[in-house]
């Protein structure tokens, strides 16, 4: 009834796609038509489906454009897309997010989907989580989309800058989100048209839409040029801090989102360094350095945030539990870390400009997606997109037994149990698949069961390059496989290797065992993680291993709980401690809900001043405005250096000076607000609105922006030489951006006025009237 009732009222993740089904049945009848094609008669034979449609043969609207696809598959691929496959290209080509579980075959859908919009004469990308996703979809789906006509290429991490024009002028592009959203950056910077890339923002078909579009939704791409590392303070803070201890110098908070200093703490500091006040101003960097130090010593953990490879810092994506490509930390913390690890300090950057992958896929006429986990993130896909979403059952009905979640108080505990289970089911040449939260955790579990004997392969972060035949093998009998997070893998573990020559075997065993260690921070991770077993119908089995030592447990279970489940010395039941575990992901859950709409929230004022500077920036190229704006601040200078050059070379040189200076005002700009924006959360402590209080700073602050651009451009003017003027930016000291990162971000540390309040008010409840606190 709840389901009738939601799908009623069009609730975000109830869209039916059984309107699609009359298409996807008469595509079948068709089939001895579509298959009776030459291979030159596809592309003719599936562009009059599109341009036409059906009418004249009296079929379904799309049927004869299905067939045609299906034939290509099959003809080109060596694969028959099933009705679910054919359903779910139907789902994606009428503008829907759609839930397809694991090994249901979403690479040939969104292929299929991709060549139907370039049909339509629609540019087209598909845009995954990685380089490797993307160059392996890109050469897989190559022939089809060549047996339609369709040119297609792949952007990655090293393709050259002199291709990637080119690249995107094909019909479809497959490439990871980052790599589009460093190129609009780049782009943003140019001094001529002709120098931009011009990635056409027309069609995204975006895979693993959940965590494309949610979690890295969060994480602003950054396009930053070089700027000189300040290392004045970094290896003293790193030394003052390993000075201080735990609870007497520094606290930490309950979420372990931030540690402070204590009184104490304080005043070890300012007498370590020679009795200075570290709340003067003129110690204000000696304080930075230290709060920087003490979050990078207590907060970021080894082998959990991070690696450390060939003599540099590593970032590791907590979603996916893999190297996290082009990432560091902000504002310091990326150099507190590197003294942390007795590393070379980098330069720090300086940030040119930002983009969220939110803003850049909200940049397309069109946006669809796919994932094995829709349904969970559809309320945010509707809200922040517009998109809705449905899903599309499975070929084969569900063979998969999941376990209930076996809870223990301790690490130690759970990981005796997690050893005996594994030892129980290889018995038996039952294939396993232990999931972990980190590399760290990975490493201890395979530790101890190589100590018993046993043969295992490892997959995280240290070898992703070998992910592909790590995965291939995961289901052959009698292996055992320890993952971190499998989001985004992009392989199926298949029972019996990668031919299935073993699957009956395999599946005699009992199939795919999935072992997953802790929770992870959303359902969403969980199901993707027991989504590798029971692929395509194949039996196998799920069960969970939680602890209350876990940091889900630690950083989101509410105080009461964990005060209740182990206030009975271990002889609280399953049912009681599994509480703490899902009130725990629950908090974990809101929180991440809360901070994405935080950053999509503060970001719409400096999206919309970025449109006009980038609106004025396009002027400036063209060559409207510089006369005019120059003219009236330096007519004199203006005129000496046309008549000791010419009137192409100064305005040539006139256009490259403004656009520098805009480039560098704007770069201020988001300076100075960045730094606004990690304090503003303390206006939540005055009982004012952080995000109002925001808007209105950076409304003021943008006050006279242009002005002061023109001055400074006029005041560079009218000290050049004709020499100078000639030699071009370089000679002036003007730099361009030449590195590309994205950052790692925190949100309010403090919540809402609504979150403090009730947690205010639930303490005292449980302490003041239950006495269980």
Known sequence: MKG??????????????????????????LEPWARALSDAELRPAARAAVLHGDQASGRTAGAGLLAVLRTAAERTLGQRPFDQQMLACCALISGHAIELDTGEGKTLVGAMAAAAYALAGRRVHVLTVNDYLARRDAEWMRPLYAALGMSSGCVGQDTPHGERRQLYRADIVHAPVSEIGYDVLRDRFVTTAGARVAPAQDVAIVDEADAVMIDEAMSPLV??????????????????????????????????????????????LEWRLGGVNLYDAAQAETLTRINLALHAHVLIVRDVD??????????????????????????????????????????????????TVQDLLRGYATVVGMSGTVLPVAEELSEFYGLSSGRVPRRLPNRRVDLPQRVFLDDESRTQALVAEVQERHRTGQPILVGTQ???????????????????????????????????????????????QMSGRGTDIRLGGADERDHDRVARAGGLAVLQVGRYPSQRLDAQLRGRSGRQGDPGVAVTFTSLDDELVLTHAPAY??????????????????????????????????????????????????????????????????????????????????????????????????????????SDHLAQLGEIRDGIHLQALAGLSPRDEFHRI????????????????AGILRTITAAQLTAGGAALGMRRPSATWTYMVRENPFGGSLERGARTAGRWFRSRVLGIE
């Open 306 to 355: 991070y690696l450390v490879q060939d003599g540099e810092v590593i970032l590791i994506s907590a979603a996916r539990g893999r190297v996290a490509e082009h990432q560091r930390w902000p504002d310091g913390l990326h150099a507190a870390i590197e003294q942390k690890e007795h590393l070379a300090l980098s330069s720090p950057g300086m940030v040119l400009d930002n983009l």
């Open 561 to 666: 709980l964990m005060t209740k489940a182990t206030r009975q010395d271990g002889a609280a039941d399953t049912h009681a401690l599994g509480a703490v575990v899902d009130a725990a992901q629950r908090i974990a859950e809101g929180a991440r809900r809360d901070r994405h709409r935080d950053t999509w929230d503060f970001s719409r004022a400096i999206a919309r001043q970025r449109h006009t500077v980038l609106a004025e920036r396009d002027e400036v190229m063209r060559g409207e405005h510089v006369r005019e704006q120059l003219g009236s601040r330096i007519p004199t200078q203006l005129k000496a250096l046309t008549a000791a050059t010419s009137v192409q070379t100064v305005d040539d040189a006139a256009r490259e000076v403004i656009l520098w200076c805009l480039d560098d005002a704007w």
């Open 438 to 484: 980190s590399v760290a955790e990975s490493e201890r579990v395979a530790a101890r069961l190589t100590g018993i004997g046993l043969e295992v392969d490892v997959l995280n972060a240290r070898n992703d390059a070998a992910e592909a035949s790590v995965i291939s093998a995961a289901g052959e009998f009698g292996s055992i496989t320890i993952s971190t």
């Open 223 to 268: 396009l930053a040029g070089t700027a000189p590392a300040a290392t004045g303070n970094v290896a003293l803070a790193d030394q003052l801090v390993q000075t201080l201890r735990a609870g007497e110098h520094y606290t930490v908070d309950d979420d372990h989102a931030t540690v402070s200093l204590t009184d104490a703490g304080i005043d070890a």
């Open 4 to 29: 009738w009732f939601d799908r009623a009222i069009g609730a975000p993740g109830t869209v039916s796609f059984d309107r699609f089904q009359a298409a996807v049945d008469d595509a079948r009848t």
């Open 698 to 713: 950076t409304l003021r602050r943008f006050e006279g922006f242009f002005d002061t651009v023109y001055d400074r451009a």
